[in-house]
């Protein structure tokens, strides 16, 4: 249901948040979130247009997020990079269809269910979350 792009930046985005006390590389990016760096850079130039992330370049630079995690939702992220399609006429463009048909309205209902989800966790609630798997960390297993 969502692009690589929305995927990659969600990534990107958690793992800016693990540590908003320091900027990251790209290659230091790349290496954890599992995103080819090249994409990541796309993806991250992105973000930084949209506000949510800034880039300080020199020693010691590297990206950022800008807003604070308590008020950024997953949704945030996924609309600014690649909204959610939601369908609001006909995708066949059939001129009788002046409503949507069972089909089409069904996959809407879907997509409104998944903007709803996403718009009710912040990325905040992710990164602090108290479940024993970390977004993007290995866990070490217990002996």
């Given at each position: 249901?969502?692009s690589m792009t929305?995927e990659y930046a969600?990534r990107?985005v958690?793992?800016?948040?693990?540590?908003?006390?320091?900027?990251?590389s790209?290659?230091?990016?790349a290496?954890?979130?599992k995103?080819?760096?090249r994409?990541l850079?796309?993806?991250l130039?992105?973000?930084?247009a949209?506000?949510?992330v800034q880039s300080r370049?020199?020693?010691?630079?590297?990206?950022?997020?800008i807003p604070r995690?308590?008020?950024l939702?997953?949704l945030?992220?996924?609309n600014?990079?690649?909204?959610i399609?939601?369908?609001?006429k006909c995708?066949?463009g059939l001129k009788?269809?002046?409503a949507?048909?069972?089909?089409?309205?069904?996959?809407?209902?879907?997509?409104a269910?998944?903007?709803?989800?996403f718009?009710?966790?912040?990325?905040k609630?992710?990164?602090e979350?108290?479940?024993?798997i970390k977004p993007?960390?290995?866990v070490?297993?217990?002996?």
């Open positions: 249901m969502l929305a969600l990107a958690a793992y800016l948040a693990s540590d908003t006390s320091i900027a990251f790209a290659d230091v990016l290496k954890q979130t995103v080819p760096r994409y850079t796309r993806v130039q992105d973000l930084c949209a506000g949510l370049p020199g020693p010691g630079g590297g990206y950022e997020l995690t308590d008020k939702t997953i945030d992220v996924v600014m990079v690649d909204p399609e939601r369908i609001k995708p066949l009788s269809h002046k949507l048909c069972p089909l089409h309205a069904e996959l809407d209902k879907a997509f269910a998944t903007e709803a989800a718009a009710g966790v912040t990325i609630q992710l990164v979350s108290s479940s024993p993007l960390c290995e070490k297993a217990s002996k």
